[in-house]
Nanobody, 125 residues
Framework: QVQLVESGGGLVQTGGSLVLSCAAS????????MAWFRQDPGKERQFVAA????????DYSDSARGRFTLSRDNAKNTATLQMNSLKLEDTAVYYC??????????????????WGQGTQVTVSS
């Protein structure tokens, strides 16, 4: 059974930092692209960042680029999103996702096979 378990969400002030972690089990992690999405209530899930199975290639949304850094540890089956300079508009539920088809570069949620339950990030002024 595949499980993606997010952790690290919480409440932070604008300009602060948070680290989100995604622990994966039950899948071939070293051949899976990993990504983070976020979603506000009543809105569509939005792409934030992705990393290839090797970790050599990353992709960021315009809002994340320069502030967020996605990395992975294939020995520990984890993907970590370092979020700096947080803004009010970063408030959302953040989801970890895995694409096990060895494809990289598609930002659509439908391209990802497995999802975590989500972790709330709230940025306050």
């Amino acid at each position: 059974q595949v499980q993606l378990v997010e952790s690290g969400g919480g409440l932070v002030q604008t300009g602060g930092s948070l680290v989100l972690s995604c622990a994966a089990s039950g899948l071939s992690f070293t051949t899976a692209s990993m990504a983070w999405f976020r979603q506000d209530p009543g809105k569509e899930r939005q792409f934030v960042a992705a990393i290839s199975w090797s970790g050599r290639t990353t992709d960021y949304s315009d809002s994340a680029r320069g502030r967020f850094t996605l990395s992975r540890d294939n020995a520990k089956n984890t993907a970590t999103l370092q979020m700096n300079s947080l803004k009010l508009e970063d408030t959302a539920v953040y989801y970890c996702a895995a694409d096990t088809t060895r494809h990289f570069g598609d930002r659509l949620p439908a391209s990802f096979d497995y999802w975590g339950q989500g972790t709330q990030v709230t940025v306050s002024s």
